[in-house]
Nanobody, 128 residues
Framework: QLQLVESGGGLVQPGGSLRLSCAASGFTMGYYAIGWFRQAPGKEREGVSCITSSGLSTDYADSVKGRFTISRDNAKNTVYLQMNSLKPEDTAVYYC?????????????????????WGQGTQVTVSS
């Protein structure tokens, strides 16, 4: 069964850090670009970051650039999102997703219909 499982969310004070993990099972994650998305209450889901299958190229939304770092360990079938200098507006459910189709190894925007496999999400709350 193909599955992505996020972990690492929690409650953190403004300015703090969290590292999210996205672990794959049932497929070889190394063939896929992986994106991180988030959805805050009452807001649309937005793309946060993406990493190519090789890990050589990354992309970030302007809102997190310089604060978040995406990385991957294909040997562990896991992608990470290191989040530093967290702000209250980062509060959301964070999801990871694997791209599909013939370009599945590449990052090309954050259109949800280009991502085939999704995790269940992990809650991140930034509050004092």
């Amino acid at each position: 069964q193909l599955q992505l499982v996020e972990s690492g969310g929690g409650l953190v004070q403004p300015g703090g850090s969290l590292r999210l993990s996205c672990a794959a099972s049932g497929f070889t994650m190394g063939y896929y670009a992986i994106g991180w998305f988030r959805q805050a209450p009452g807001k649309e889901r937005e793309g946060v970051s993406c990493i190519t299958s090789s890990g050589l190229s990354t992309d970030y939304a302007d809102s997190v650039k310089g604060r978040f770092t995406i990385s991957r360990d294909n040997a562990k079938n896991t992608v990470y999102l290191q989040m530093n200098s967290l702000k209250p507006e980062d509060t959301a459910v964070y999801y990871c997703a694997a791209r599909g189709g013939p370009s599945r190894g590449y990052c090309s925007g954050y259109s949800a219909d280009t991502y085939n496999y999704w995790g269940q999400g992990t809650q991140v709350t930034v509050s004092s």
